[in-house]
């Protein structure tokens, strides 16, 4: 069975260490939730359960640590964290920074449907000179953030 987050990234990769990964999520949701990362377990693993405890705690710093970074650097109403999967039977955290007027605040993100191309998409920042590979602002803090790991 093909697994989208064994097959790809799943996202724009900010930083990758052996056992896991963090991306910037692409496409509509990403340009409609500025800073939404996806905290990735590299491996094809189903549930949390299923790691070691050593690999779950290791897996929750990475999560803190984007939280934080986001946090500092796009100062959210509120952080959304989320261990879903239903589509995508892979570990993965969703940590997602709640800014006034993102397309369903207050609601979960999940409340409103995004389409491809929709208007209500919008990118907050424009990408900063002298960040690798183009990189945000908000992106190069998760990315040093997670370094100090």
């Known amino acids: 069975m093909a ?25 509509a949701e990403g340009a409609a939730y ?9 491996s094809h693993v ?3 359960a ?9 897996l929750m710093r990475a999560v803190f640590a984007v939280e934080a970074a986001l946090v500092q650097a796009l ?12 589509l ?5 955290w969703h940590v997602i920074p709640r800014l006034p007027g993102d397309p369903a605040f207050p609601k979960p ?3 409103h449907a995004l389409e491809p191309g929709s208007p209500d998409g919008r990118a ?4 900063a000179h002298g960040h690798p590979e183009g990189m945000t602002e908000w992106q190069e803090q998760v990315r040093r953030a997670l370094e100090v790991l």
Not at 7 to 18: H, I, K, Q, V
Not at 35 to 42: D, I, L, Y
Not at 50 to 58: G, K, N, Q, S, Y
Not at 75 to 86: D, E, I
Request: glycine share 8%; proline share 6%; hydrophobic share 40%.
């Open 109 to 111: 993100i999940w409340a």
């Open 46 to 48: 189903r549930e949390m």
């Open 124 to 127: 907050l920042g424009t990408l």
């Open 3 to 27: 697994c989208d987050l064994c097959d790809s990234d799943g996202g724009t990769l900010l930083f990758r260490s052996a056992r896991w990964r963090v991306v910037a999520v692409d496409g």
């Open 50 to 58: 299923d790691l070691a405890p050593a690999e779950r705690d290791e």
């Open 34 to 42: 500025p800073g939404f990362c996806r905290v990735v377990w590299n």
């Open 75 to 86: 100062r959210p109403v509120k952080m959304n964290l989320a261990s879903l999967g239903n």
């Open 88 to 92: 995508t039977p892979h570990v993965h």
